[in-house]
């Protein structure tokens, strides 16, 4: 049974930083592509950064330059670096495989940025 688990959300002001953890279970984890989604009110789910297995990236174009994914095998946990936030990012922050998520999600962790 898949389990994911996201922390590390809070709230900070616009240009500050933050570092988002998700670790899973019940899952080969090394193998999976993992992605770092995010859910505004009232908008739908979208993907805003992806990492293979051999660790290549990929971001939305809303958050390239400022967000950085990464991963640790050994802790069966993946990263998200996120560099100046904006109002704009405040959303609920989710990780799932990427491409074809698992139906089951985690609780995902609220990332708010306001002054």
């Known amino acids: 049974q898949v389990q994911l688990v996201e922390s590390g959300g809070g709230l900070v002001q616009p240009g500050g930083s933050l570092r988002l953890s998700c670790t899973a279970s019940g899952v080969n984890f090394s193998i999976l592509p993992m992605g770092w989604y995010r859910q505004a009110p009232g908008k739908q789910r979208e993907l805003v950064a992806t990492i293979t297995s051999g660790r290549s990236t990929l971001y939305a174009d809303s958050v390239k330059g400022r967000f950085t994914i990464s991963r640790d095998n050994a802790k069966k946990t993946v990263y998200l670096q996120m560099y100046s936030l904006r109002p704009e990012d405040t959303a609920v922050y989710y990780c799932?495989?990427?491409?074809?998520?698992?139906?089951?999600w985690g609780q995902g962790t609220q990332v708010t940025i306001s002054s």
């Open positions: 799932n495989r990427a491409g074809n998520s698992f139906p089951s």
